[in-house]
């Protein structure tokens, strides 16, 4: 069985782990898999940071050069986070309430107060150690990073469709649509086509981001982007001017202006 050990926040952004990424002339991501391999294994061997690591093993695993892994090596030890062949400062991350004397004695209290009284085991450390896992394991079983995934897909779903998602920040535009209720993110989806539709026929020639569009619930804005009523048709053979032409014939025109021009001289 596994053991557990702390992972501590800001790792993955560590300047001593892009330092040795830069000494070592090695990816800053191949440091971080480096350094996180030797945690895991001054976890399992647990005597205070040492650990037990194959540089050649580790340059297979990466399909590297073994003297890439021994540069890394380095540039850690230069950097004051291996020494000895051991994390310093180990203890400084391992707090003591993750020995298995805290441990064991969390469990006892609470199979004291359990329903069962007590279930007897032939090696009661190890049970300690393997229920208080699953324990832990059981409460980091992630409910809502399950949730955010599928509420990511659905938003994915969407967001594809969006004119302008090619270049679109899509974590902004989830970051938005997180915050809207479901009866919002049904009507944002439902609406989208048509406020596409309108905004183009508005004239406009670009379409608002996707995040915009949600966090600004442009779809509530429909009414306001109904395209003008276009002309009226003109009739056939009046080229627009019908208003203008009241004369059936050349004839009636030619009386027409003769009658003006005899009323103009009385």
């Known amino acids: 069985m596994s053991r557990w050990f702390r992972h501590y926040a800001g790792m993955m952004r560590d300047e001593k782990l892009v330092s040795a990424a830069i000494r070592s002339k090695q990816p800053v991501e191949r440091v971080v898999w ?60 391992q707090f003591e309430s993750d020995q298995s004397k805290d441990r064991q004695k969390r469990y006892r209290e609470r199979l004291k107060t359990s329903r069962d ?32 995934t599928r509420e990511r897909g659905e938003f994915l779903d969407w967001f594809n469709s969006w004119p302008s998602a090619a270049s679109d920040d899509d974590d ?6 997180r915050d809207l209720s479901p009866a919002d993110r049904s009507e944002a989806v439902a609406k989208s086509a048509a406020y596409v539709d309108a905004a183009k026929g508005g004239g406009r020639t670009a379409i608002c981001s996707a995040a915009k569009y949600i966090r600004k619930r442009m779809w509530t804005r429909l009414a306001k982007l109904k395209p003008p009523d276009k002309p009226p048709t003109p009739r056939p053979d009046t080229n627009g001017l019908s208003h203008l032409q009241k004369f059936q014939s050349r004839e009636e025109y030619l009386a027409a202006e003769k009658a003006r021009a005899e009323r103009s001289f009385r």
Do not use: C, H
């Not at 061997?45 to 090596?73: H, K, P, Q, S, T």
């Not at 279930?119 to 190890?126: A, L, M």
């Open 34 to 93: 480096v350094w996180g391999a030797l945690l895991e294994s001054a976890s399992e061997v647990n005597d205070g940071g040492r650990f037990d690591f194959d540089a050649g093993e580790a340059a297979y695993f990466l399909r590297v050069d073994e003297g890439d892994i021994g540069n890394i090596l380095t540039a850690l030890g230069a950097l004051g986070r291996i020494s000895d062949g051991a994390v310093v400062r180990w203890s400084d991350r």
């Open 117 to 148: 009284g007590g279930v007897t085991s032939r090696d009661g450390d190890v049970t300690a150690q393997e229920t208080d896992t699953e324990a832990d394991s059981s409460s980091l079983r992630s409910e809502p990073i399950e949730k955010e």
């Open 172 to 177: 902004d535009a989830f970051a938005a649509w």
